[in-house]
C-alpha cells in the first residue's frame, strides 16, 4: 500500500508556515530559558502543541490504496445470491438504489449522478436491474447480472399494432403462475370478452380471442383472479382505427355463386370493385359495386395501377395475354399488388408456379372443420394443404394443414383460399365467421398504403410518466416533421441507414397521448409492475457481460483525512502540561 500525505488547508500553507516558525522557535526559547521543572518535557510539549495547531490549520489526508469494485443492488436482490458473491469477492464495495432493501454495510445511492460516477466501477448488479434511464449510464461497460425470480403476475404482453372495427383479433401474453389456479379475464366496454384458466407454478402462455367493434381508442381490463379472490386488475389500451375501402378487380372466366356472395360481402363493406368475366376470347363482361364503370378489355399498366388487390383463379389467369401477365406479375413484385388466387379444382400439376408460389401436398379429405362465432362448421375444401414455411404466413389451419394463408412476392403478396361455399356461414346466420375468412385474407394481401413516413414506437409497453419513450421514423426520402402532444419533437438520422430517424420524448403524465396522428398510452405508476420488471430485466441483461465472479476485485485511491480531534487532543494536553509544570 502507497500512502501519499496530502493537505487541504484552511489558510494558505505559506501564510500557515510563515507564522507557526517564528511562534514555535520563540516558545521553545521561552521555555528553554525558564528555571521550572521538566524543562526537556516542557520544550516537547511546546513543540508538540505547535504542530497540533498546525495540523488544524492545514488539515493533512493520505491517498491509499483500497477496494474499488462495486456490487450494486437494484430492488428484488435475493440475498443467498449476494451472500454467494461477496464470499468469492471479499473486497467488493455494496451499494443499493433507493428502493432496495439495505444489504450488510452497503451505502445508497440516491441520484443518476451518483450512479453515473460509480458506473465504471460496477462490477455486479444484483435484483431486478435498472429502468432504461439508468442503464445509459452502463452502457459499453462491463458487469456481470445476478437476476433475481420474476413475481407472480404477466411477463409478457402481445397486442397487434393496426385494427380496424368489426375485426376479430387476438392478445397473447405470458404469465407466471404459483402452485395455485389463477383466472385471467380480458373485459371490454361491453363486459367480459374472454377469460383462461392458468395452473401450477412457472411460465404459462396465454391469448385471448375479442372482437374489435368500434373505432377508437379503447381501454380493456385484464383481471387476473386467485383462489384465494384476490383481483389485480390492468389496463390494456387498444387503438382500433376504421376499414378503408380497397379497389379490387375480379377477374373470372365466368360469375359463379362464392364470388357473387363474396361481391356482394365486399361491397357491403364499401370496397370499390370491377368484376371482369371473360366468358370467351371476345365476349366479355363487367360488374360494378360503389364506383364508375370503367372499361378493361386489356389490362395495362395504368389501369392495373389503381387496384390493391385482384382476385382471380387459374383458368382465368391462362386466358391472359402474355403482356397481361407479364404487367400484373410485374406490378405484384415492384408495384406492392395483392394476387390472391383461389383454386377452383385441384390442378394436375401442383408444382410452385409464378402466380401460386406455394409446396402443396394432397390430403384424403375434401372438407375443413372450421369454428365459427357459435358453434363448428364443416366446410368443403380442396384436397389441397400449403406445406408450413417461413416464408408462409397462416390465418386459417386445422390438423390437415395451412388452409389460408399469403407469402411474399416482392414488395407484394400473393394469397390462397383452400375453402369453397364459404358463404354457407353466412346463410346460415354467421356472417361473422364468413367475415373471419374474407376480411383479413383480402387486406392483408392488398397493397399497402404509401405514406411519406411511418412511425414505429420502439419503447415496449408498458410506458411510464417521466421516462424515455423511444420511437422510429422511415421516411420516403425527405426529413420527416414530428409532433408530440403538438410540441415538435428533434430528430437524429441513423448514421448506418438512409431515411430511418430516431426520436425520443417524455411524456409528463399518464393517459392517450400522440406522436403526429399515432396514439399511445402512458400508464401510470404501479400499473403492469410485474411486466415492467421483465422488461427492466430483459434490458439489464442485453446490455450486462457476463463474467468470472471470483476474479480479485480491483483496487482504487481514495482520500482519507485524519481526524481532527486528534489534533484538538493532543494540542490541549500539550498546553495543559506546560501550564501545570511550574505548580508542580
Request: glycine share 6%; charged share 20%; net charge neutral.
Amino acid at each position: 500500500m502507497d500512502d501519499v500525505m496530502n493537505f487541504n488547508a484552511l489558510l494558505s500553507p505559506v501564510l500557515v508556515i510563515s507564522l507557526l516558525v517564528p511562534i514555535t522557535v520563540f516558545l521553545l526559547w521561552m521555555e528553554a530559558r525558564r528555571t521550572f521543572r521538566f524543562r526537556f518535557l516542557r520544550i516537547l510539549s511546546a513543540g508538540m502543541m505547535m504542530l497540533a495547531l498546525a495540523a488544524i490549520l492545514l488539515r493533512p489526508s493520505f491517498t491509499v490504496d483500497k477496494p474499488g469494485d462495486v456490487l450494486l443492488l437494484t430492488p428484488g436482490f435475493e440475498k443467498e445470491k449476494v451472500d454467494s458473491v461477496l464470499t468469492l469477492n471479499p473486497g467488493l464495495v455494496v451499494k443499493h438504489l433507493t428502493g432496495a432493501q439495505p444489504h450488510v454495510h452497503s451505502t445508497i445511492v440516491r441520484t443518476s449522478d451518483e450512479l453515473r460516477d460509480i458506473a465504471d466501477r460496477i462490477r455486479f448488479l444484483a435484483g431486478y436491474g435498472l429502468k432504461e434511464a439508468e442503464l445509459e449510464h452502463l452502457h459499453g461497460k462491463s458487469f456481470s447480472y445476478i437476476p433475481s425470480a420474476l413475481p407472480e403476475g404477466i411477463t409478457a404482453i402481445s397486442i397487434p399494432e393496426k385494427m380496424v372495427s368489426n375485426r376479430r383479433y387476438q392478445v397473447e401474453g405470458i404469465y407466471n403462475g404459483t402452485p395455485a389456479a389463477s383466472k385471467i379475464i380480458l373485459s371490454g366496454p361491453g363486459g367480459r370478452e374472454d377469460s383462461v384458466t392458468v395452473r401450477g407454478k412457472g411460465l404459462h402462455a396465454f391469448h385471448f380471442s375479442y372482437h374489435a367493434r368500434r373505432p377508437g381508442n379503447i381501454m380493456y381490463e385484464l383481471i387476473v383472479a386467485d383462489s384465494l379472490g384476490n383481483r389485480v386488475i390492468e389496463k390494456l389500451p387498444l387503438k382500433v382505427g376504421e376499414a378503408k375501402p380497397l379497389n379490387i378487380l375480379f377477374i373470372q372466366s365466368y360469375p359463379a355463386f362464392e364470388t357473387q356472395y363474396l361481391k356482394n360481402f365486399l361491397a357491403q363493406k364499401y370496397h370499390r370493385l370491377v368484376l371482369r368475366y371473360q366468358l370467351s376470347k371476345h365476349a366479355v363482361r363487367y360488374e360494378y359495386a360503389n364506383r364508375p364503370p370503367v372499361s378493361m378489355n386489356a389490362i395495362s399498366r395504368n389501369t392495373i395501377k389503381e387496384f390493391e388487390v385482384i382476385i382471380t383463379d387459374n383458368d382465368a389467369l391462362e386466358k391472359l395475354s402474355p403482356a397481361e401477365r407479364t404487367i400484373v406479375l410485374d406490378e405484384i413484385e415492384n408495384g406492392g399488388l395483392g394476387l390472391l388466387n383461389l383454386q377452383g379444382s385441384v390442378p394436375k400439376n401442383i408444382k410452385p408456379t409464378d402466380v401460386f408460389p406455394f409446396d402443396v401436398f394432397r390430403v384424403k379429405t375434401d372438407t375443413a372443420e372450421i369454428m365459427g362465432d357459435s358453434r363448428r362448421f364443416i366446410l368443403p375444401a380442396i384436397p389441397l394443404r400449403v406445406s408450413p414455411a417461413a416464408s408462409v404466413t397462416e390465418l386459417i389451419k386445422n390438423k390437415s394443414g395451412i388452409l389460408t394463408g399469403y407469402g411474399y412476392r416482392g414488395a407484394g403478396k400473393i394469397g390462397f383460399q383452400f375453402l369453397k361455399e364459404t358463404y354457407r356461414l353466412s346463410l346460415s346466420g354467421d356472417s361473422v365467421a364468413y367475415s373471419e375468412i374474407w376480411t383479413p385474407l383480402i387486406e392483408q394481401i392488398a397493397r399497402p398504403e404509401q405514406e411519406p413516413y411511418s412511425i414505429d414506437i420502439t419503447s415496449p409497453f408498458p410506458r411510464y410518466p417521466d421516462e424515455p419513450l423511444h420511437f422510429e421514423v422511415i421516411s420516403s426520402g425527405q426529413k420527416p416533421a414530428v409532433t408530440n402532444d403538438s410540441i415538435t419533437v428533434p430528430l437524429k438520422e441513423d448514421v448506418l441507414l438512409d431515411d430511418v430517424w430516431h426520436g425520443t420524448v417524455w411524456p409528463g403524465n399518464s393517459g392517450w397521448h400522440w406522436l403526429n396522428t399515432l396514439p399511445y398510452y402512458v400508464s401510470e405508476d404501479g400499473e403492469w409492475k410485474t411486466l415492467e420488471i421483465a422488461n427492466r430485466m430483459n434490458a439489464t441483461r442485453l446490455v450486462a457481460v457476463t463474467g468470472n465472479t471470483s476474479t480479485p476485485a480491483g483496487m482504487i485511491k481514495e482520500e482519507k483525512e485524519i481526524p481532527p480531534l486528534l489534533f484538538y487532543m493532543l494540542f490541549l494536553l500539550a498546553a495543559g502540561f506546560i501550564w501545570l509544570a511550574p505548580k508542580l
